[in-house]
């Protein structure tokens, strides 16, 4: 996909919806949904990416969106019960129709201050109008 508006091309007022479409959630790992390692569950982790990235991407556009694809999705370092995991997600890259997200968890312990990147994908959306077609995902007046 060609970038249409890389970072030196934007507008200031498309560099602004990206700063303020970051969206940061942060969940307590119970076992409830650690796998037999006693570890965060992939499937829950790719969920909580999505989930989140569909934020991002909502907050820049305000337009309905759906996903698209998943990016290389890196699991750098198990996610334990008991510990906090934060996820953020980033519009990296703003199309005509699509627009992709990274997004980041980091796993930080509950009483200590050590925070560690632990994952990381992106995701593409792309938006749609009423008749689920594709639509500008910008425009300078939005």
């Known amino acids: 996909m060609p970038l249409t508006h890389p970072p ?3 507008s200031d007022a498309m560099n602004k919806r990206v700063q303020n479409s970051e969206a940061r959630v942060i969940k307590a790992i119970f076992p409830s949904i650690t796998n ?3 570890t965060l569950f992939g499937g829950e982790a790719l969920s909580w990416m999505d ?3 569909f934020i991002a991407a ?3 556009c305000r337009k309905p969106l759906v996903t698209v694809s998943s990016d290389r999705i890196d699991f750098k370092k198990a996610i ?3 510990s906090l995991a934060e996820i953020i997600a980033n519009v990296i890259h703003v199309g005509n129709t699509s627009l992709k997200v990274e997004v980041n968890i980091f796993v930080e312990d509950m009483y200590q201050d050590v925070r560690e990147h632990a994952i990381r994908g992106v995701f593409t959306f792309v938006a749609v109008d009423e008749n689920r077609k594709a639509t500008k995902v910008w425009t300078d007046n939005l």
């Open 8 to 10: 030196e091309t934007r």
């Open 58 to 60: 909502t907050r820049f």
């Open 36 to 38: 037999h390692h006693n």
């Open 80 to 82: 334990p019960a008991g």
């Open 51 to 53: 989930e989140t990235a």
